[in-house]
């Protein structure tokens, strides 16, 4: 069965500092991966999603994550947050076939002024 | 998210009482997908459903969660006999095609709240 840990529960960054968020999966075949964020009282918004081809995907927001096959990771960064940055985020993998999506537990990220 | 809208925001029941929570997809989507988050907690799947088709229920509990998708109309979470263990933020996806690399897009969720 798949699975995906995100290692960090909170991570506190100042404004201007750059941000990393850790994924690590476990899936038999190439997965499909994804960040989405979550702010306060709010749904889930698409940031980035990896298939396949190069390994440095970009995204919205300023964010872009690298997918690691030897690693099994997907790291989410960010060179400078702003203090609109602070929310849940999570990362996700979905099988090739059917879309169900695999959750991490979430980071939630703090910024300070 | 003006794309999937999920209703109502917030739903109050007491213990017992039956809960139904709407998602209408995005506009030419006919995969719909249910996820819910305990406090504290990710999101964990429920249920896959295009139209008039459950696909795949295999985290839903054996027990009082039934969900469908007519031809027409919204998709329906219904849940009977509803415990406090139930509240919970639901939140409903839809996507184009229900393969792997079509990203899902999120309603805003319903939180439910049992008394």
């Known amino acids: 069965a798949q699975s995906v840990t995100q290692p960090d529960i909170h991570i506190t960054v100042s404004e201007g500092a750059s941000l990393e968020l850790r994924c690590n999966y476990s899936y038999g075949a190439t997965p499909y991966l994804f960040w989405y964020v979550q702010s306060p009282g709010q749904g889930l918004q698409l940031l980035l999603k990896?298939?396949?081809?190069?390994?440095l995907v970009q995204g919205i927001k300023g964010f872009e994550a690298e997918f690691k096959r030897s690693q099994s990771s997907f790291n989410l960064r960010k060179p400078s947050v702003h203090w609109s940055d602070a929310a849940e985020y999570f990362c996700a993998v979905a099988q090739a076939a059917g879309n169900k999506l695999t959750f991490g537990g979430g980071t939630r990220v703090l910024v300070k002024p | 998210n003006a794309g999937v809208m999920q209703n109502p925001r917030h739903l109050v029941r007491r213990r017992g009482q039956e809960a139904r929570l709407r998602c209408s997809p995005m506009k030419g989507h006919s995969h719909v997908y249910w996820y819910r988050q305990l406090p504290e907690e990710g999101l964990k799947f429920m249920v896959y459903l295009q139209k008039e088709n459950i696909i795949d229920e295999s985290g839903m509990p054996k027990e009082r969660f039934s969900a469908e998708f007519p031809k027409e109309g919204p998709s329906i979470l219904r849940i009977q006999q509803v415990v406090r263990g139930d509240s919970a933020a639901y939140f409903c996806?839809?996507?184009?095609?229900?393969?792997?690399?079509?990203?899902?897009?999120f309603g805003d969720g319903t939180r439910l709240s049992i008394l």
């Open positions: 990896y298939f396949s081809g190069d390994t």
């Open positions: 996806a839809s996507s184009p095609q229900g393969n792997g690399n079509q990203p899902q897009h």
